[in-house]
């Protein structure tokens, strides 16, 4: 039986388990505790001295001791006790339940990534569609109730995965992104804004969020990038734009005996920046692993759903088990007083 359940009269309110579960809403009133026995000491000694007494002479022999003799501490006993019982009661036992609810209004957020060729020169680590995957993958974890989708493009674009707060499922998609996934070559960056502006454009959430990730022009589709931008914006998602990518000279695949073969590379960040400008949101270039896991972080921190939080306290009083317990005490005390066992045992 939980010992908040027994009966008052249970002696399992006095273990020290039941104690150690309270919290007390007047805990100094227990270090009345220590005090109660030095009065109780206090009062037997005066009462050694105050008390008069007859010399008797008696024989040695006739000195009898008796354990009944301890009997005369009862009466001292039960009121101490009982002082006891009523110092704990002041001090109000109580136990208190809290229980915390939290929820919070999700943001969609669509990751729009970019699997065209040149996502696979490795002036990043294995290469900058990979280490994309890494990145994104950190995000996802950081979310909470957040519903989150894929889309990815490059010649053509096409929604990888819905809005969704499944993140194993999310993960599972990211995992299976490869350079294969679509056989257009290009970059169809109006294209991709486009599918992600239809699986945003029913969402009811108060924040609507695309990350636009890739590394270089708008090269294919049949949808300018900039129109794509301001239908996008009139459905009040906000844009970021990432350009991945360093500029020179960049390693992409190996010669016949196996050395990085070096690659010219240029990055024109113009379409994306008015992408970002369009979208209300903000620029980013990344030319490393870490400058690319920088930016989002930043955008983490950018894009937090506010947590509500409620709190339920329920707190019950225990103090009345002991105050029972002192009356009890009290009346047999009382009982003792009044009947010839007090003077009896004084005698």
């Known amino acids: 039986m939980d010992k908040f359940s027994d009966p008052w009269y249970s002696f399992s309110w006095f273990s020290p388990s039941t104690f150690s579960a309270f919290t007390w809403a007047n805990p100094l009133l227990l270090y009345g505790l220590l005090l109660l026995p030095i009065a109780v000491l206090l009062r037997w000694v005066l009462r050694f001295y105050l008390n008069q007494t007859l010399p008797i002479a008696l024989v040695k022999k006739e000195l009898k001791s008796s354990p009944l003799t301890a009997v005369r501490f009862v009466p001292d006993l039960l009121i101490l006790l009982a002082s006891s019982?009523?110092?704990?009661?002041?001090?109000?036992?109580?136990?208190?339940?809290?229980?915390?609810e939290q929820w919070t209004e999700g943001i969609d957020i669509m990751l729009a990534m970019d699997i065209s060729q040149s996502m696979q020169i490795e002036d990043f680590t294995p290469n900058r569609l990979e280490a994309a995957k890494?990145?994104?993958?950190?995000?996802?974890?950081?979310?909470?109730q957040d519903r989150i989708g894929l889309v990815v493009f490059s010649g053509d674009a096409f929604s990888l995965a819905p809005l969704t707060t499944d993140y194993d499922l999310l993960n599972a998609?990211?995992?299976?992104?490869?350079?294969?996934?679509?056989?257009?070559?290009?970059?169809?960056?109006?294209?991709?804004?486009a599918v992600v502006t239809n699986r945003m454009r029913e969402s009811e959430s108060k924040s609507k969020v695309c990350i636009l990730l890739s590394d270089g022009d708008n090269t294919a589709g049949n949808i300018d990038p900039i129109?794509?931008?301001?239908?996008?914006?009139?459905?009040?998602?906000?844009?970021?734009?990432?350009?991945?990518?360093?500029e020179g000279l960049v390693p992409f695949g190996k010669d016949f005996f196996g050395r990085p073969q070096m690659v010219e590379n240029t990055v024109d960040e113009t379409t994306m920046r008015k992408i970002a400008a369009i979208g209300g949101g903000e620029f980013f270039r990344a030319t490393d692993n870490q400058a690319l896991k920088s930016v989002f972080e930043k955008i983490?921190?950018?894009?937090?759903?506010?947590?509500?939080e409620t709190r339920f306290k329920d707190t019950s009083d225990f103090y009345f088990i002991y105050l029972r317990w002192a009356i009890i005490l009290f009346l047999i005390w009382i009982l003792l007083k009044s009947t010839f066992i007090s003077n009896v045992l004084q005698d």
């Open 85 to 100: 019982l009523i110092v704990v009661a002041l001090a109000r036992p109580q136990r208190t339940n809290e229980k915390v």
């Open 134 to 144: 890494t990145v994104a993958r950190d995000f996802i974890k950081g979310r909470v």
């Open 173 to 193: 998609y990211l995992n299976d992104v490869n350079f294969e996934m679509i056989e257009n070559r290009g970059t169809a960056i109006g294209s991709a804004i």
């Open 227 to 246: 129109t794509s931008s301001e239908l996008a914006a009139a459905y009040g998602i906000k844009m970021y734009t990432i350009v991945v990518g360093k």
């Open 300 to 308: 983490d921190l950018y894009e937090k759903a506010e947590i509500k």
